[in-house]
């Protein structure tokens, strides 16, 4: 089972670029599957010309891609015990309280998810200065 594994990756990574062979590896079998064709759509440049009812299906497959392997928490998730709803049954000034499982989570100094890594900019910039000169 394994050479066939190593023989269909070796196939994959070929009609992927070079970048998401790291995501993609993280994959389930059927979301490598919506990637690739969620890919090939890409490349070929045709989504938005798509009927709506199928551009609707490609979007909703890559917002839910996006949102399993792409977003990075760069905030620290409080343990604990989650809020009662009853207690805020509504979103407070500050933003409190949205997410019963995170009451701080979108309020007011919070982090929200990213889509890239977080980079220490120091690193980027001394190696543009030192170009520049």
Known sequence: MEPIKALLTETLHHFIHKDFHEVV????????????MIHSIDKLGIWPRLPVFLGLIYLA??????????????????????????????RTADGKFNDPFNETAGSQG????????????????????THMD
């Open 61 to 90: 497959v890559r917002r839910h891609l996006h949102q399993e392997y792409n977003l990075i928490n760069v905030g620290r998730t409080p343990v604990g015990v989650r809020s009662n709803p009853a207690d805020f049954p509504f």
């Open 25 to 36: 590896a993280r994959m389930t079998l059927i979301d490598k599957f919506l990637f690739l």
């Open 110 to 129: 919070t982090f929200f998810g990213r889509n890239i890594p977080p980079v220490d900019q120091n690193d980027k910039l001394q190696l543009c200065l």
